[in-house]
Each structure stands twice: as structure tokens, then as C-alpha cells.
């Protein structure tokens, strides 16, 4: 079946803008994750969805970002007034809610977000 | 909280060879998971494999084999039969067991780049 796609691929913006990254999981999968891969970094977490909820955001750095899963499926990060900090990659993670061996998180391919 | 160590920022191999990732964590849970990613340039991560901390078996995954330490909290990564295509940026992730049975945020490691030479 198909695996976790991120929109877009690659999105550059502006300092002050705001920007919208879409992740699609694996259907099926209940839990969504969203991390930050900083240039030679590993991943950061930055929230994770069971169903619609967020049930931990505490990876989010600031009120500039903010995420949703309205239907429990698709999730979109938003990311107001964007500081050059901001510039990293954004990796999307799904896994099927029950533990054990669902516990595996399989991620998207990214999205580059630069902030010129 | 939990953090994890890879203390190898580079590593290369001869194809055919042999080599292992070290990685070291911390973590005053008792019930918890064990993984090692691959991401290649194209970014995506792969999972290579994983662990039960409650399992003293250390889990194998054709050439790829852990050696899982849980004293000394150690969980390093063998690649035996290097190939061209495991070039890659390797990283080994913790996450503990949700309490509810549920799914729990990763701890990733800052990653090996290795690289398998002809």
C-alpha cells in the first residue's frame, strides 16, 4: 500500500510569511507524528496526534507553530510569521496505534522548508 | 528525559566488509523500544530494525543484527556484507512503551554517515 506522502517537497518563503505543510499517512494508522530535522541534526519531535487530538504538543518551540488533523487523517503544520530559524526539514510519522510491534513509526519522505 | 548517544559522526567500510554503529542511550524507563534508521539523500527514513527492551534476543534483520546491551544501556548496529546502496545517514532512536499501550515520540541520536566504498 502506500506510505506516508508529505506536500510539498520543497517550499521557500519568505521571512514574516506564513506556510501550510501537509503530511497524508498510511491509511489505517491512528497516530501522526510531526518532527524537525535541522542540517546535521537527527529529528526533533515536535507533536503527535492520536485520532483528531494532539495528545502531546510539547515538542512545538513557540505559538508560531501550530497543527491540526480535523478528520483524524490528514494533518497539516502551520507556521505563522517564519524566522530564518525555522528553516530545517519537516519529516511526517504514522504508526498504528496499539503498541507492541504497531509501535513503528513510518515516516514521509519531508518537506525542505526554506526561509530566506 | 531521555537522550541517546551516537558517538561516530562518520564511518566507512570496504563493500563485502563488516562494520558496526555505536549508539548508547539513557533512560530511567523499564519498558521501552530500541530502533535504527537509515536515510539515504533522498530523506526518507527507513526503519532497519527494532528492539523490545524486554526481549534479551538480540534482533536480526538478514545482514543487519543488534547488539542490545541493556545494562550498559548500549544498542549498537551490525552491517555485515556491506553494500554499495547502505551508504547512508544512520540513526538510532528510544522510545518508551505509552503507557496506555499507545504510541510514544521517538529520541533520535544526532546520526553516522557511513560510507561503503568499491
Known amino acids: 500500500g502506500a506510505g506516508v506522502s508529505q506536500t510539498p517537497s520543497n517550499k521557500v518563503t519568505e521571512k514574516g510569511k506564513y506556510v501550510e505543510l501537509r503530511c497524508d499517512p498510511i491509511s489505517g494508522h491512528t497516530a501522526l507524528y510531526w518532527y524537525r530535522q535541522s542540517l546535521g541534526q537527527g529529528p526533533e519531535f515536535l507533536i503527535y496526534?492520536?485520532?483528531?487530538?494532539?495528545?502531546?504538543d510539547s515538542g512545538l518551540p513557540n505559538d508560531r507553530f501550530f497543527a491540526v488533523r480535523p478528520e483524524g487523517s490528514v494533518s497539516t503544520l502551520k507556521i505563522q510569521r517564519t524566522e530564518r530559524g525555522d528553516s530545517a526539514v519537516y519529516l511526517c510519522a504514522s504508526s498504528s496505534l496499539g503498541g507492541g510491534i504497531t509501535d513503528t513509526q513510518y515516516f514521509g519522505p519531508g518537506t525542505r522548508l526554506t526561509v530566506l | 528525559a531521555q537522550t541517546v548517544t551516537q558517538s561516530q559522526p562518520e564511518m566507512s567500510v570496504q563493500e563485502a566488509e563488516t562494520v558496526t554503529l555505536s549508539c548508547t542511550y539513557d533512560t530511567s524507563e523499564s519498558n521501552y523500544y530500541l530502533f535504527w534508521y537509515k536515510q539515504p539523500p533522498s530523506r526518507q527514513m527507513i526503519l532497519v530494525i527494532r528492539?523490545?527492551?524486554?526481549?534479551?534476543q538480540n534482533a536480526t534483520e538478514n545482514r543487519f543484527s543488534v547488539n542490545f546491551q541493556k545494562a550498559a544501556k548500549s544498542f549498537s548496529l551490525k552491517i555485515s556484507d556491506s553494500q554499495l546502496g547502505d551508504t547512508a545517514m544512520y540513526f538510532c532512536a528510544f522510545m518508551k512503551h505509552g503507557i496506555q499501550g499507545g504510541s510514544e515520540k521517538l529520541v533520535f541520536g544526532k546520526g553516522t554517515k557511513l560510507t561503503v566504498n568499491p
Open positions: 528492539q523490545e527492551a524486554y526481549k534479551q
Open positions: 496526534f492520536q485520532g483528531t487530538g494532539a495528545a502531546d
